[in-house]
């Protein structure tokens, strides 16, 4: 018997970016999801929506931090926290480092375009000006099966 999941956890978060990607599998997008937190309440969403848009910097983390940054009336985003389901790309691990974002939890890692970890740290550079604290491995195995669903339908 699996253990119930504790409000305002990491995995309870984790949960609705999954159903942000969730929503993006069902419109035919890749399905990534991802929310910003503050003091315990999402104040922005997104999920990929390049093809509905035909805008290449419609990843989910760039639209969660543009409602977040509406939400707040600033592009500040200090005291927040980013949960994405998959590792974020260089584009949005820049927008996270430009927004001063805190932290970003993150649940499937990226081999081939991950900022974080996989490719590189750029969260962490020690060059730059801000550094975002990175967490992941959060609901990895459901992401996982999530996004070889959606190649897999994309492949038929």
Request: charged fraction near 20%; hydrophobic fraction near 40%.
């Amino acid at each position: 018997m699996s253990e119930p999941i504790k409000p305002f956890s990491h995995t309870y978060w984790m949960q609705f970016a999954y159903r942000e990607a969730e929503k993006a599998f069902e419109e035919g997008e890749v399905p990534v999801g991802a929310i910003v937190v503050v003091n315990n309440h999402i104040i922005g969403r997104g999920h990929n929506m390049c093809e509905t848009l035909q805008d290449a910097t419609a990843h989910a983390e760039i639209l969660a931090i543009t409602a977040a940054s509406e939400h707040l009336k600033s592009w500040r985003l200090d005291e927040a926290t980013l949960y994405v389901t998959l590792e974020p790309c260089p584009m949005c691990a820049g927008a996270m480092i430009n927004a001063r974002v805190k932290t970003v939890i993150y649940g499937l890692e990226d081999a081939k375009a991950g900022a974080c970890d996989s490719l590189y740290h750029l969260c962490e550079d020690p060059r730059l000006n801000h550094h975002v604290k990175v967490l992941h491995g959060y609901l990895r195995e459901q992401i996982h099966w999530l996004m070889t669903e959606f190649f897999k339908k994309l492949r038929n």
